[in-house]
């Protein structure tokens, strides 16, 4: 049976490297890459091209930047349209997604390097934020391929200096 636990008071801390995540995809998105060059270069042809077609999602570059006041993230979505990228955000969380379409037709051209620029790609990438945020005031502009988000810190996230009036004993 579930017993159910009393609520606490202790603060339990953020966790400050949780900016960067690790997905298995990513992993075999590597090696898949280094497979196709292993066989591309004696035989021009690699049977792994199609295998992980599924895992086409990718984790493009990022900045994260942090002030007293905000934060500020930057990711680099070559080719996308800022109609076909989402963004959702909840206090302490961010989340980008989107899709673009192939800017080739594959049929119509004969391939002598594929390196994934050309076809249709999937973004979905989610961010815990080491403080709160106020997700109704973020400003986001897309400006040559790079998503510039600008993410303003809760009041109760900004630190603030409080002045403590010192007495003296008697």
């Known amino acids: 049976m579930f017993t159910k636990k009393a609520p606490t008071t202790a603060l339990t ?8 995540r690790w997905s298995p995809f990513d992993e075999l998105a590597d090696m898949r890459r280094q497979m196709e060059d292993f066989w591309r270069t004696p035989f021009g042809y690699t049977p792994l091209q199609r295998m992980f077609e599924e895992f086409r999602a990718f ?3 990022a900045d994260i930047h942090e002030t007293d006041k905000d934060f500020q993230i930057l990711v680099s979505l070559p080719g996308y349209k800022p109609e ?8 302490d969380s961010i989340t980008i997604q989107g ?7 594959k049929e119509a051209k004969t391939t002598h390097r594929n390196n994934g620029v050309s076809e249709s790609s999937r973004v979905d990438i989610h961010y815990a934020l080491p403080a709160e945020i106020d997700p109704n005031n973020i400003k986001a502009t897309f400006d040559n391929g790079v998503l510039n988000l600008e993410l303003p810190k809760n ?6 200096t409080v ?3 010192v007495a ?3």
Request: hydrophobic residues 35%; aromatic residues 2%.
């Open 59 to 61: 984790e493009p570059e």
């Open 155 to 160: 009041a109760t996230a900004q630190p603030k």
């Open 168 to 170: 003296a004993t008697k």
């Open 99 to 105: 899709e673009r379409k192939a800017l080739y037709d």
């Open 84 to 91: 076909e990228v989402n963004v959702e955000a909840t206090a």
């Open 163 to 165: 002045k403590i009036d």
């Open 13 to 20: 801390p953020r966790n400050t490297a949780a900016v960067t």
